[in-house]
């Protein structure tokens, strides 16, 4: 089995990513999804807020890669020879993955400008994202102080995804079926 994981700034193009993975054949697990279903079971709204501090109470309590940990039965409940995995945040989920899957597991960081990344922010309104400036760059400096920059310097390979979309899309097209084989 091959484990892809996602790693990047919040709207780096790990979702998009993961579209181009799923019209591939590739399952996906988004560890964004693991904690929203803790937000609800809590009882809260999913907003940025509530997304945030619910991840900072699991990683508080379970440890940093504790995350990725709830994620990994999920991973091998898949029956598919490739699996992608959306929204690694820090070097210990990294840890995590790479003590469970071993050389079968390969980190694809993606890369893009904080200005374009708050562009997308803005233009795709999701519930649990910020639409101001400095609410952005909170959110980029909570998430890094969650290990995120270890953890892209830890990729295997890199998708530069400043250009268009068509561009971003063809480039994991390529990466992807690459590790398919």
Known sequence: ???????????????????????????????????????????????????????????AKEGMGAIAKRCIPLIKAMNSDTVAVDGLRGGAEVEVYKNAFDAQF????????QKNRFARTIARKRSDDVVDWEGFKQKDERELRWGLEKAMKMADILIDNNGTLEEFRENARAVLEGIQG
Do not use: C, Y
Request: hydrophobic content about 45%; glycine content about 10%; aromatic content about 2%.
């Open 1 to 59: 089995m091959n484990i892809i994981g996602f790693v990047g700034l919040p709207a780096s193009g790990k979702t998009e990513a993961a579209k181009v993975a799923q019209k591939l054949g590739i399952p996906v697990i988004r560890m964004g999804d693991v904690v929203r279903e803790e937000v609800r079971r809590r009882g809260l709204d999913i907003t940025e807020e509530n997304v945030g501090k619910v991840a900072n109470d699991i990683r």
């Open 106 to 113: 390969t980190l694809i960081a993606i890369l893009a400008s």
